[in-house]
Nanobody, 120 residues
């Protein structure tokens, strides 16, 4: 089994920063795509940023220049550095990863989510 666990969420004032982490554990052979999504109350889940196994990144227009996604291949961890946070960034943030396990089967896994609240 594979588990993804997010951490790093919390309450921050507008203009502040947070760094989210997504740690994968289990019988992992490799991790490909990692994506960070968010879902605000009453809204659909949206893709915030993703990073491929080769390190290519892509961002939603609303976070370009403020957020940065990264990964540590050796530690099976993904990060989302969030700077210049705005109240509209308030949401539950989820990570998704495409994980190949020891049997060489690949599937997508989701973390449980971490709350980010931007408020004064």
């Amino acid at each position: 089994q594979v588990q993804l666990v997010e951490s790093g969420g919390g309450l921050v004032q507008p203009g502040g920063s947070l760094r989210l982490s997504c740690a994968a554990s289990g019988s992992i052979f490799s991790i490909g795509y990692i994506g960070w999504y968010r879902q605000a109350p009453g809204k659909q889940r949206e893709l915030v940023a993703h990073i491929t196994s080769s390190g290519s990144t892509n961002y939603a227009d609303s976070v370009k220049g403020r957020f940065a996604i990264s990964r540590d291949l050796e530690k099976n961890v993904g990060h989302l550095q969030m700077n210049s946070l705005k109240p509209e960034d308030t949401a539950v943030y989820y990570c998704q990863a495409f994980v190949t396990i020891g049997t060489l089967n690949t599937r997508a896994y989701w973390g449980q989510g971490t709350q980010v609240t931007v408020s004064s």
